[in-house]
C-alpha cells in the first residue's frame, strides 16, 4: 500500500514552454501532498506543500507564479513549471502524506530537462 | 534554525562488511528523524526512523544511533550487499510536518 506515482517521468522541452508534472496517491487519499526539487548531487529541497482543495504554501524563495501547484482532488495533485528556462531542470519529486503530521510516501520523480 | 547535515560526502565500503553513515543535526528541539535510501533516478525511501525518547533502534539488517547529547544520530548497515549502494539522508521531520533533507551521503560497495 502507500504507493504514489509522477507522470511523467522524464520529459524534456523547449526554452519558454510550460510542464505540468502530476503526482498521484494510488491507493490512499491524501490530505496533504508536497513538492520538491533536487539538482544533481544535491539533496531534496521543499518547494511547497499544497492541501486539499487549498491554496499552496511555498517556500522561502520559490516562485508561485513560475511554479503552479493544484490539488484539486484527495488523490492528484499538479506542478506546473511556467515558462521553462534551463535552470529549471532539475529532479522534481512530490510526497503525499494521507493526514497532517503522517507519514509521507514518496513518488518515483520526474527528471525535466529544459532545452 | 533547523538544520541536519552530514559529516561525509561519499562512504566506500567492502561488501560484507558493516557500513556506518553519519549525521549531525543542529535543532535540539528536534524529535523525530527518518533515514532514507535513494538510488539513481528514483525517489528515496525510506528506511527507519527514530524518535527522540529512543536511542536505538533496529530494523532488518539496519540500526539507528540518536546521541542527544552532542546532536548525532548514525544509520548502520549490517553485511552490506551490493544493492546497498545508494546516496543515503537523514531527515528531520520539523515541527511544521515538513521533511528537512541533510546533504547526503553516498554509498559504494566494493566487491
Known amino acids: 500500500g502507500a504507493v504514489v506515482s509522477q507522470h511523467p517521468s522524464r520529459v524534456i522541452c523547449k526554452s519558454g514552454t510550460s510542464v505540468k508534472i502530476e503526482c498521484r496517491s494510488l491507493?490512499?487519499?491524501?490530505?496533504?501532498m508536497f513538492w520538491y526539487r533536487q539538482f544533481p548531487k544535491k539533496s531534496l529541497m521543499l518547494m511547497a506543500t499544497s492541501n486539499e482543495g487549498s491554496k499552496a504554501t511555498y517556500e522561502q524563495g520559490v516562485e508561485k507564479d513560475k511554479f503552479l501547484i493544484n490539488h484539486a482532488s484527495l488523490t492528484l495533485s499538479t506542478l506546473t513549471v511556467t515558462s521553462a528556462h534551463p535552470e529549471d531542470s532539475s529532479f522534481y519529486i512530490c510526497s503525499a502524506s494521507g493526514r497532517v503530521g503522517g507519514e509521507q510516501f514518496f513518488g518515483p520523480g520526474t527528471r525535466l530537462t529544459v532545452l | 534554525g533547523e538544520s541536519v547535515g552530514l559529516h561525509l560526502p561519499t562512504l566506500s565500503v567492502q561488501e560484507g562488511d558493516n557500513s556506518i553513515i553519519n549525521c549531525a543535526y543542529s535543532?535540539?528541539?528536534?524529535?523525530?528523524f527518518i533515514w532514507y535510501k535513494q538510488e539513481s533516478g528514483k525517489g528515496p525511501q525510506f528506511i527507519i526512523d527514530i524518535r527522540s525518547n529512543m536511542d536505538k533502534r533496529q530494523g532488518q539488517r539496519v540500526t539507528v544511533l540518536l546521541n542527544k547529547t552532542v546532536k548525532h544520530l548514525s544509520l548502520q548497515i549490517a553485511a552490506t550487499q551490493p544493492g546497498d549502494s545508494a546516496v543515503y539522508f537523514c531527515a528531520e521531520f520539523s515541527s511544521a510536518s515538513k521533511i528537512i533533507f541533510g546533504s547526503g551521503t553516498r554509498l559504494s560497495i566494493r566487491p
Open positions: 535543532n535540539s528541539a528536534s524529535d523525530y
Open positions: 491507493d490512499f487519499q491524501a490530505t496533504t
